[in-house]
T-cell receptor, first 112, second 117 residues
Framework: QQQVKQSPQSLIVQKGGISIINCAYENTAFDYFPWYQQFPGKGPALLIAIRPDVSEKKEGRFTISFNKSAKQFSLHIMDSQPGDSATYFCAARLGGSEKLVFGKGTKLTVNP | ETGVTQSPTHLIKTRGQQVTLRCSSQSGHNTVSWYQQALGQGPQFIFQYYREEENGRGNFPPRFSGLQFPNYSSELNVNALELDDSALYLC????????????????FGPGTRLLVL
């Protein structure tokens, strides 16, 4: 019940295209949903985050869509660039706690 | 860069040995969390320290222990190393408001790559 399921496992997109990564959860006690970007040999870096009382949040080319009733959220990367090639993790935080639960990650490759 | 630093960057140990990993949190942050990231997996929460006390623990055995110091830096200690302990160990710092227990986002360091032979 504390899992966060992420799909797809890998994604190949052409430069300029839209990359979409999906996550789903069961536990309604999650109260904060960040997305992290990780390059090889580096730690995860916060990309964008959303709280469940908001249905969409946009920062530059990155947008989170949140569907509370479906318990799903997704990351959209518009105008994808080769520099966006990395592994992306969705995560969820248990309300009243400090624990982040991560998805298994999506390896994004943006071809030039 | 997040300002969170970890040392060492890489470490090789043999089964049964003990290891200590170190983390310096971002300036102004009072909370440190440790995660284990196996190859090809997402990070798994080990535990968190808030103002020098353990403040939550994931599903890891007692041979994983930690410390937080008055300057909010932290150590992760692993005793009796097993082959499955080979992973990237990540430290994340954040600022916790004790009254509301609401934390800002956790910022991760670059990690320590541990290989157990």
């Amino acid at each position: 019940q504390q899992q966060v399921k992420q799909s797809p496992q890998s994604l190949i997109v052409q430069k300029g295209g839209i990359s979409i990564i999906n996550c789903a959860y069961e536990n309604t006690a999650f109260d904060y949903f960040p997305w992290y970007q990780q390059f090889p040999g580096k730690g995860p870096a916060l990309l964008i985050a959303i709280r469940p009382d908001v249905s969409e949040k946009k920062e530059g080319r990155f947008t989170i869509s949140f569907n509370k009733s479906a318990k799903q959220f997704s990351l959209h990367i518009m105008d994808s660039q080769p520099g966006d090639s990395a592994t992306y993790f969705c995560a969820a935080r248990l309300g009243g706690s400090e624990k982040l639960v991560f998805g298994k990650g999506t390896k994004l490759t943006v071809n030039p | 860069e997040t300002g969170v630093t970890q040392s060492p960057t890489h470490l090789i140990k043999t089964r049964g040995q003990q290891v200590t990993l170190r983390c310096s949190s971002q300036s102004g942050h009072n909370t440190v969390s440790w995660y284990q990231q196996a190859l090809g997996q997402g990070p798994q929460f080990i535990f968190q320290y808030y103002r020098e006390e353990e403040n939550g623990r994931g599903n890891f055995p007692p041979r994983f222990s930690g410390l937080q110091f008055p300057n909010y830096s932290s150590e992760l200690n692993v005793n009796a190393l097993e082959l499955d302990d080979s992973a990237l160990y990540l430290c994340a710092s954040s600022l916790a408001d004790k009254k509301a227990m609401v934390q800002e986002t956790q910022y991760f360091g670059p990690g320590t790559r541990l290989l157990v032979l």
